[in-house]
């Protein structure tokens, strides 16, 4: 089993910046990969961003040049999210693929006021 904490949300005006965080714990040896999903109040979840099986970081194209994903370790992704618009607003959630199996995160609210 993974686990998968994400923190860092909360509510920004338009234009700022909020740093989210993704912490896997348990059996994270074999993650092939782990990203950022969201979810907007009545739409279904979306890609954001996310490192491949390859390594390679993945955008949508709605977020290149805005948002950017990091990570330090095996087990701590980080989504660096500039240029807030209230369409940013939304849950994120923190998804990993191990083994087949995909582990999603409970999500953390962001709020972009206008």
């Known amino acids: 089993q993974v686990q998968l904490v994400e923190s860092g949300g909360g509510l920004v005006q338009a234009g700022g910046s909020l740093r989210l965080s993704c912490a896997a714990s348990g059996n994270i040896f074999g993650i092939n990969a782990m990203g950022w999903y969201r979810q907007a109040p009545g739409k279904q979840r979306e890609l954001v961003a996310t490192f491949t099986r390859s390594g390679s970081a993945n955008y949508a194209d709605s977020m290149k040049g805005r948002f950017s994903i990091s990570r330090d370790n095996a087990n701590t992704v980080y989504l660096q999210m500039n240029s807030l618009n209230s369409q940013d607003t939304g849950v994120y959630y923190c998804?990993?693929?191990?083994?087949?199996?995909?582990?999603w995160g409970q999500g953390t609210q962001v709020t972009v006021s206008s």
């Open positions: 998804k990993a693929e191990r083994g087949g199996v995909v582990y």
